[in-house]
């Protein structure tokens, strides 16, 4: 009988004891995640206003950014944040290459209802209604969707229509890049954004990449604002040299 009270009193002061010691490395590991946490929003907050200041400090900002969906289905949030962060920073023309025919332009408009502020505004372009917008004020960024059928073919069906009215042997490429730019209306893009580990353009318009700076982004999704400062960060750093 001695015996078994002992061991349960035993059994009960250990049982307490490490009772006690999981209470106190649980609260250790809550106060390590939280320390964790804050250092790194601490971090990330300190590293995305020293990217907007070093932005802001120079003039080298895409004018023209693509973003190559790859094979990626749309994750409208994400887009959406990608549109309104164009707006922020100033960039007038942003384009989506989707190559799956997934990404619907009613579904993104939708997503950004509600987050645009007052004096700001999307000028949707697609191929039925290709009338340049004007007489918008405050900020605004003209976003258009391509798909595979704005690659080679539509250089086919301009040089038909350009072939119909002059002579073959007139047609110049001058008049090639002035058919193509009333066609997409949007000047070739200076920095493109590729979803994936590798660089896969997808059969992406090959007239519009002569200058393009390509960059890959592992997706687009779930995004960060802090990601998308490091890529026009390092677009700012990057010496295009264009050849005679």
Known sequence: MFNSLFFKILYNIIHGIFTVLEGIFDLLERIIHGFVDFCHEFCTAHRINY???????????????????????PSYKDLSNIVLWCIKHHIIYLSFYDPTESLHQHKLEKELNGKLKPDDHVIWHNSSDITYRN???????????????????????????????????????????????????????????????????????????????FLCIKSHYRLSYRTFLEQLYRYSKCEQRKGI
């Open 51 to 73: 990217l907007k200041c070093e932005l802001e400090k120079g003039n080298k900002l895409p004018k023209h950014l693509t973003v190559l969906l790859v094979k990626e289905k």
């Open 135 to 213: 007489g918008f004020s405050g900020r605004k960024v003209h976003v258009k969707i391509l798909k595979q059928e704005d690659g080679r073919a539509s250089v086919v069906n301009l040089t038909k229509s350009l072939s119909s009215t002059v002579r073959t042997k007139d047609i110049s490429v001058e008049d090639i890049d002035r058919g193509l730019f009333k066609y997409f209306q949007f000047p070739d893009p200076e920095l493109g954004l590729v979803c994936g580990k590798s660089l896969n353009f997808c059969a992406y318009p090959p007239w519009q990449m002569r200058l393009t700076e």
